[in-house]
């Protein structure tokens, strides 16, 4: 966590001074962190991608359960795909939702947002007025699955552990288009349940678009 702050600028939730001495405790507590997890009996973690962290840090093994979602609400698709790409999420900077509009404006894709957060008005600012922009405010189950079942692809541009929401959108028959590193790799299969992309850019994005709309799901 305390490497995560200091190595993602984004977050901003820290003035220079507090992060200046925020580096300089790193090593002390990268050292306890790392005495407390030899303590632990067993690590329990929700993906292979989260495994693989736990043994680099803490050259210990863990045991993969993925975290359960709830996708008796989401209906699958009735046939009907509409032109638009999708994307739910909290705004935050670090789910990089700024990628996927980037990308949705360059090829000229009509995309749906939906949620809230602190990069909302970034967004929308990245958005410019553009029609095929839609950002819609959080909606309950039934209406967020009809937005997920009709949609061409889900577009995920985010580095997690997991990932709840790609889950909730596979659940509607929604092929999901997702960045081949984190917990996605654990339900996201390629060209065969939607297509991955190499790295976190607009470009690979694109790429990853155009490659899917050549196929077919």
Known sequence: VVDTYIKNPGFGIF??????????????LREKDYEAAQRVDEFITISDYAKDLIFKYYRREATVINPPVEIKDFKNRDGKIEDYYIVT??????????IAVRACLKLHRDLIV??????HAKLMKLADGEDSITFIPLVGKEELSEYLSHAKAYLF???EP????????????????ALSQGGALDYVKDEFNGILFDRQSVASLEAAILKFEKMEF
């Open 89 to 98: 999420s909290r705004q935050v900077n670090w789910k990089r939702l700024d």
């Open 114 to 119: 939906v949620g809230e957060g602190p990069e």
């Open 157 to 159: 541009p985010s580095l």
């Open 15 to 28: 003035n220079k001074p507090v992060r200046f001495f925020f580096k300089l405790l790193v090593g002390p």
């Open 162 to 177: 997991f990932g709840i929401a790609p889950v909730e959108a596979l659940s509607c028959g929604c092929p999901v288009i």
